[in-house]
């Protein structure tokens, strides 16, 4: 059974560019949540998903961020116009009945 | 809102050493507790969790124990190993609604050597 699956792995960026990180959750888990964890520190949630609704996004930025979980397809984080603040590593987690499996990270540098 | 504090790292111990990582939480509900683990360049891996006061969460020679008259959750291994070197992040989670975000500390980097 496939775990949770994340890509790029990793993703450079010049500033001002976008970056599009995919989340392809366990198979038969309907609940997506993105985390951030910027250097040295913990990670903190962005937004929690569920298929085609967005359930939480308390903790995503106003501007610029955004994300999506079709009825098809993995879910998507995006960033427009990316800053060098941007730059950390983003993390899936998908929950089937309780607990949250996290997926390997994506790890963003914008230059 | 809710919170987690972790003991600042990094934690240096020799092989077969004992461990702590102390851990204390607020929380305006009832929590869940969460002990993750994350090794360099990986995501993070679920060690063990506590879902009610007294709980007791075990995997792998790692324990902590769910006290919630000093709202706390701390790590301990008897006798580390130096595959055990990792980054532990101290959680929590309460479910409101339909939601159960993971609210994390700052993690506690451990260094075991030889």
């Known amino acids: 059974n496939a775990g949770v699956m994340q890509n790029p792995r990793h993703l450079v960026r010049r500033r001002g560019q976008e970056a599009r990180l995919r989340c392809s959750p366990m198979?038969?888990?309907?609940?997506v949540y993105w985390y951030r964890q910027l250097p040295e520190e913990g990670l903190k949630f962005m937004v929690y998903?569920?298929?085609?609704?967005?359930?939480?996004e308390s903790g995503m930025p106003k501007e610029r961020f955004s994300a999506e979980f079709p009825k098809e397809g993995p879910s998507i984080l995006r960033i427009q116009q990316v800053v060098r603040g941007d730059s950390a590593a983003y993390f899936c987690?998908?929950?089937?009945?309780?607990?949250?499996?996290f997926g390997p990270g994506t790890r963003l540098t914008v230059t | 809102g809710d919170s987690v504090t972790q003991m600042e790292g990094p934690v240096t111990l020799s092989e077969e050493a004992f461990l702590t990582i102390n851990c204390t939480y607020t929380a305006t509900g009832y929590p869940s507790l969460f002990w993750y683990v994350q090794y360099p360049g990986e995501g993070l891996q679920l060690l063990l969790k506590a879902t009610k006061a007294d709980d007791k969460g075990s995997n792998k020679g790692f324990e902590a124990t769910y006290r919630k008259e000093t709202t706390s959750f701390h790590l301990e291994k008897g006798s580390v190993q130096v595959s055990d070197s990792a980054v532990y992040f101290c959680a929590l989670s309460v479910v409101t609604g339909t939601a159960s975000k993971l609210t994390f500390g700052t993690g506690t980097r451990l260094q075991v050597t030889l």
């Open positions: 998903l569920q298929k085609e609704n967005i359930i939480d």
């Open positions: 198979k038969g888990h309907s609940h």
């Open positions: 987690a998908s929950r089937g009945v309780s607990e949250q499996y």
